[in-house]
């Protein structure tokens, strides 16, 4: 089995029947990259080509790329990374090369670090906010999905 058909065999473990935006193209995915001036890494790279958005247990749907954005005339379900990353990057402190991939709800807000990536093209998920002053929680989102289906990532640390 392939790494790739690892990776897509675990995320359609981990979001099984929940919810999601729906899968997107490979352009889309690549226009989003340009816009933020980074690659995403493989793991969610595969999960927006097949999910979109959302997908994982509550509290952690995950930031992606649904065909709704905020600007739209009415609220989108899950959030778009391109409207989060520009609305984060207005603060000093947001250094552009954290993906926005969820939040816990309260406050603490989780990224994937494309400034550190493995051999793999995999990049740690930390999280910052209160209590968590970038702390890595998972070495890859692939791991931080799986995480969340066991329980709480941050409780975890």
Known sequence: ????????????RIVAERDH???VSDD??????SELGLTFPPSYRMFLTHFGAGGIPAPYDI????????SD??????????????????HVDHPPTLIPISSDGC??????????????GECPVL????GFDGIDIAPSFLAFADLAVSGDPLAQT
């Open 127 to 130: 999280a910052r906010g209160p």
């Open 28 to 33: 889309v995915i690549a226009a989003a990259e």
């Open 1 to 12: 089995m392939s790494d790739s058909d690892r990776i897509l065999t675990e995320l359609r």
């Open 73 to 90: 005339s009415s609220p989108p379900m899950w959030s778009h990374v391109l409207d989060v990353a520009t609305r984060l990057r207005r």
């Open 63 to 70: 930031i992606g790329l649904p065909q709704c954005r905020a």
């Open 107 to 120: 406050g603490v807000d989780i990224y994937l670090d494309a400034s550190r990536t493995d051999d793999t």
């Open 21 to 23: 935006a729906g899968p």
